[in-house]
């Protein structure tokens, strides 16, 4: 991971000089936007590979914008982080349903947003294990970033991704969510349990027109287990 290139989209300036100070302290590349219409240009000039997004923005509410980025296909892969001063567990919850893949709650310390930085990062980056896992019609290439169901590509978001290649290559056994934490999300202490509900229900969503959501099953009082029996 050589200087990766984060784009900041804050308005608040001194909060800003401070990200700036501190990320590229720890080696990032850094843009920085004001607003939305600012961060839309700077993204379609060189991708990303990681937005961090404030919530509260003037215009376009950084929510909107994540929306935006997830529905197009260009920028739908890239991570977002949002920092939010909103401490509402429910607004939490709506950033990640939405497509973030992590939210940091203001304030913040330079040092716990660069682990969050660097557990996405982990987590987005291609898988080297280059060979094709196999469970009934559904194929994951891991080198690719590739899912597909009936040899059709199948759209997963980058965590799921991550989520279902950890499934495919240790199936028919139970796992809670803190395991579940400890393998996909690299044992990062900030993620919350609930944050692996959120995303066990967009894998299964991915899965649901082929009728493969029942792979993904929940051991009530456990955790969950993916398995192709039964
Ligand atoms: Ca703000």
């Known amino acids: 991971m050589s200087n990766p290139y984060i784009l900041i989209v804050e308005d608040e300036a001194p909060i800003r000089e401070m990200l700036r100070m501190a990320l590229s302290r720890a080696g990032f590349t850094l843009m920085e936007a004001g607003d939305t219409q600012q961060a839309h240009t700077l993204i379609f000039e060189r991708l990303p590979q990681l937005v961090l997004l404030d919530w509260m923005l003037p215009g376009m509410s950084g929510i909107e914008f994540a929306n935006r980025l997830k529905k197009d296909e ?7 982080i949002m920092l939010t001063a909103k401490t509402e ?13 992590d939210y940091v709650t203001k304030p913040f310390s330079p040092r716990e947003l660069i682990a969050r930085i660097k557990a996405v990062l982990r987590r987005t980056m291609p898988l080297s294990d280059a060979e094709c896992l196999t469970v009934k019609n559904l194929k994951l290439f891991p080198s690719e ?3 597909t169901i009936d040899d059709q590509d199948v759209h997963i978001g980058p965590t799921e ?3 279902l290649h950890f499934f495919m290559t240790h199936q ?8 579940v934490l400890d393998h996909v999300w690299g044992g990062n202490v900030y993620i ?7 995303h066990i ?12 959501d029942s792979l993904v099953q929940t051991v009530r009082g456990v955790g969950y287990r993916f398995s192709a029996k039964g």
Do not use: C, M
């Open 74 to 80: 260009i920028t739908k892969d890239i991570p977002i």
């Open 89 to 101: 567990e429910a607004d939490k919850i709506r950033g990640l349903e939405i497509g973030a893949d």
């Open 145 to 147: 970033h590739r899912l």
């Open 161 to 163: 991704f991550r989520l």
């Open 172 to 179: 028919d056994r139970v796992y809670n969510r803190t395991q």
């Open 192 to 198: 919350e349990e609930r944050t692996v509900d959120v």
């Open 201 to 212: 229900r967009r894998l299964r969503k991915s899965l649901d027109e082929w009728g493969y």
